[in-house]
Nanobody
Framework: QVQLVESGGGSVQAGGSLRLSCAASGYAYSRTCMGWFRQIPGKEREGVGQIDTGVGNKYYADSVKDRFTISQDNAKNTMYLQMNNLKAEDTAPYYC?????????????????WGKGTQVAVSS
């Protein structure tokens, strides 16, 4: 059973940084697509970025490009989201998601497994 557990959320002031972690378990595939999504209140869940763990390709939403960075630790089956220069509009619960093959477009419909989320709050 695939499980994704996020951690690392919290409260920071604008301009600050946070690093989120997503620990994955329950599968033994060497290639997966893992992504980060967020759901700003009143809006649909949107993609922040994703990584193809087999080839290392990464893709980011324009709103976070140059501020957020996805990385992976294959030995720990963990994906990270380093968030720098945070803005108030980044406030949202952040979700880790995965599918057990390569990546498609950065959209929630292409991800199969989901974590329960971790809250990020940025004050201005």
């Amino acid at each position: 059973q695939v499980q994704l557990v996020e951690s690392g959320g919290g409260s920071v002031q604008a301009g600050g940084s946070l690093r989120l972690s997503c620990a994955a378990s329950g599968y033994a595939y060497s290639r997966t697509c893992m992504g980060w999504f967020r759901q700003i209140p009143g809006k649909e869940r949107e993609g922040v970025g994703q990584i193809d763990t087999g080839v290392g390709n990464k893709y980011y939403a324009d709103s976070v490009k140059d501020r957020f960075t996805i990385s992976q630790d294959n030995a720990k089956n963990t994906m990270y989201l380093q968030m720098n220069n945070l803005k108030a509009e980044d406030t949202a619960p952040y979700y880790c998601a995965a599918r057990l093959d390569g990546c498609y477009a950065l959209h929630k419909v292409f991800l199969i497994y989901w974590g329960k989320g971790t809250q990020v709050a940025v004050s201005s």
